[in-house]
């Protein structure tokens, strides 16, 4: 079955900097790799995805590449605010199939 | 627009005891999935369902039991609740294009 590892486990940046958090899988048949992010106390919310046939897709401050030849994806945070404190999930699986999910990432952005 | 929607939002049970948790959507998607998140261990599929009338076992299926009730609504079952099995527990449903939402969790304790 699938296998996605997460890295970092936590990860601490000051307000302003980017932020950037990496995943591998390891089926080369995932074609789906959504992000999402989980505040406390809340589920986890879908903030990008990205298909297999992408390298890379932009959300205003978020962005996710894809490397199909490496299996590695990775999300970018760009100019952090304190309110994307959080801790962020990587995913990858069949597209409307059940996914598999990192272990989860930390993220704390200090003012 | 109330999304996935999970009853309970916390509940205390003791080894032994049994119920049902719920979960319903309202966005007429036709795939629904539970995962439980414990620390450091990331989401963990335990059912999922396609589309009514079919369900299927996931990761961590054992001591769990689930129902889909109509295109709505899709209940986890515990029969003799065990202190492994203390968690926090998400509904998710995706859309046709493969993307799941996420519901608040239920957060249970079994002692």
């Known amino acids: 079955g699938e296998n996605v590892e997460q890295h970092p486990s936590t990860l601490s940046v000051q307000e302003g900097d980017s932020a950037v958090i990496k995943c591998t899988y390891s089926?080369?048949?995932?074609?789906?790799f959504p992000w999402y992010k989980q505040e406390l106390g809340k589920g986890p919310q879908l903030i990008i995805d990205?298909?297999?046939?992408?390298g890379e897709k932009k959300d205003q401050r978020i962005a996710v590449t894809l490397n199909k030849t490496a299996k590695h994806f990775s999300l970018h945070i760009t100019e952090t605010q304190p309110e994307d404190s959080a801790v962020y999930f990587c995913?990858?699986?069949?597209?409307?199939?059940?996914?598999?999910f990192g272990k989860g990432t930390s993220l704390l952005v200090t003012p | 627009n109330a999304g996935v929607t999970q009853t309970p939002k916390f509940q205390v049970l003791k080894t032994g005891q049994s119920m049902t948790l719920q979960c319903a959507q309202d966005?007429?998607?036709?795939?629904m999935y539970w995962y439980r998140q414990d620390p450091g261990m990331g989401l963990r599929l335990i059912y999922y369902?396609?589309?009514?009338?079919?369900?299927d076992k996931g990761e961590v299926p054992n001591g769990y039991n689930v129902s889909r009730l109509n295109k709505r609504e899709f209940s986890l079952r515990l029969e003799s609740a065990a202190p492994s099995q203390t968690s926090v527990y998400f509904c998710?449903?995706?859309?046709?294009?493969?993307?799941?939402?996420f519901g608040n969790g239920t957060r249970l304790t079994v002692t």
């Open positions: 995913s990858a699986g069949d597209s409307g199939y059940a996914l598999n």
């Open positions: 089926d080369s048949a995932s074609n789906y």
């Open positions: 990205i298909r297999s046939n992408v």
């Open positions: 966005m007429n998607h036709n795939s």
């Open positions: 369902s396609a589309s009514e009338g079919t369900t």
């Open positions: 998710a449903s995706s859309d046709i294009q493969g993307r799941p939402h």
